[in-house]
Nanobody
């Protein structure tokens, strides 16, 4: 059974920083990377960032230049350093463990954490 546990959320003023952590445990088959999504109240869950096993990173346009994703592959842990936070960053942040699809072409979220709240006040 795979467990995905986020930590590091909290409340911060606009312009501040937070660092989220996520640790995955259990037997993970076909793992290709890890990532972060977020969901603001009344909105859809949106992609934030991902990192592949080999360290390639992807960011949503809204967080480029402000957020940095990193990982410790040996520990199946991923981090999200969030700087210059804005009120629009307020959301529940979810960590994902990504796996290759059946055809091995796409790397997609397969396991999800319970989420951690990030609140940015003005």
């Amino acid at each position: 059974q795979v467990q995905v546990v986020e930590s590091g959320g909290g409340s911060v003023q606009a312009g501040g920083s937070l660092k989220l952590s996520c640790a995955a445990s259990g037997v993970i088959y076909s793992k290709c990377g890890m990532g972060w999504y977020r969901q603001a109240p009344g909105k859809d869950r949106d992609f934030v960032s991902s990192i592949s096993n080999d360290g390639s990173t992807t960011y949503a346009d809204s967080v480029k230049g402000r957020f940095t994703i990193s990982q410790d592959n040996a520990k199946n842990t991923v981090y999200l350093q969030m700087n210059s936070l804005e009120t629009d960053d307020t959301a529940v942040y979810y960590c994902t463990v990504d796996s290759w699809g059946i055809d091995g072409t796409y790397c997609l979220p397969n396991y999800w954490g319970q989420g951690t709240q990030v609140t940015v006040s003005s």
